[in-house]
C-alpha cells in the first residue's frame, strides 16, 4: 500500500500555461511534448514572448510532488489522480523524475485539501 504521510508537496508562486505551438521558442519553459505540434508549460509571464501560437490555456498552478519513488512503482499516481477526481478536480500530470500536477487556480484549495487528507505536508 502506498502511503503519502509526512510526504511534501510544493506549490509554485506563478501561474503557468499550456501552450500548443508550431516552433519552439527561446523561451523558460518546465516540460516539451513534440508531436505534429509543440505543447509546452510555461510560466504565464513568458506568454508575452510568443508571436503566435496554436492554442493558448492560462491560469494553471504547479504543483510538485516531492516524493523519492522509483521510476517502475505502480499505483502511485493513481492514487492521488484518484483521490482528485473523487474530488472533481481535472488536472494534468507532468511525471518524469519527479511529478508535478498542474491544476487551474480556482481548484487549487481544493487540491491541497485532497493532497492533505491523503498525508501530503505543503512546504511553501
Known amino acids: 500500500m502506498i502511503e503519502f504521510v509526512g510526504e511534501e508537496i510544493e506549490i509554485h508562486p506563478e501561474r503557468f500555461a499550456v501552450v500548443k ?26 506568454l508575452v514572448k510568443l508571436e503566435k501560437f496554436v492554442e493558448c490555456d492560462i491560469g494553471y498552478r504547479l504543483i510538485t510532488l516531492d516524493i523519492n519513488v522509483p521510476l517502475d512503482v505502480v499505483g502511485y499516481i493513481s492514487k492521488v489522480s484518484s483521490a482528485l477526481a473523487n474530488a472533481k478536480v481535472p488536472i494534468l500530470i507532468l511525471s518524469l523524475y519527479t511529478d508535478r500536477i498542474l491544476v487551474k487556480e480556482e481548484f487549487l484549495d481544493k487540491t491541497l485539501s485532497v493532497l492533505k487528507e491523503l498525508g501530503f505536508k505543503v512546504r511553501r
Open 21 to 46: 505551438l508550431r516552433n519552439l521558442p527561446n523561451v523558460n519553459y518546465v516540460a516539451v511534448v513534440r508531436n505534429k505540434y509543440y505543447e509546452v508549460v510555461m510560466p504565464e509571464k513568458e
